[in-house]
């Protein structure tokens, strides 16, 4: 149980999110089914907790110098990675930035492109959920077979 605690708190941290979740999970013997699920549904969890934050306490939190200098810097990087794909193709360009499982391209930053983009957050919801279980499946397989790798080497 305590695998799985770490696994959802990996899934749910920015940067780490999925990458390090589902690996953690599988390389700790627990079964890839039961780990994508669950690091897939804590992955999601941070969709809406980060549009709530952003449309309640950023405001607050704007004010703080070191949080503003962070933010800054981020809604920057985010906007011009968004801007390129993103504002293009709407709702399913926030999908597919979510599902490439590349630092920075999570469910986060996804997150803040679609409320930057001002997109309706029910149907980006949708979306960017869809890009995390196409991530999921992405770190999956890579998982696996990376795994399957490591045996071939050391056997």
Known sequence: MEILLYSILLSILPIAELRGGIPYAVANDIGLPEAFITC?????L???IVFVFLDTLHSQFYRVKPY???F???VVRTQRKAERNVARWGYWGVMLFVAIP????GAYTGTLAAWLLKL???KAFWHLALG???AGIVVSVATVTG????RIFTE
């Open 72 to 74: 800054d810097k981020w």
């Open 132 to 134: 995390v279980v196409i």
């Open 46 to 48: 941070v969709i809406p």
């Open 68 to 70: 503003r200098w962070f």
């Open 40 to 44: 897939v549904i804590a992955n999601m």
């Open 120 to 122: 309706d957050k029910k």
């Open 102 to 105: 590349l630092p920075i391209t």
């Open 147 to 150: 795994m399957e790798v490591l």
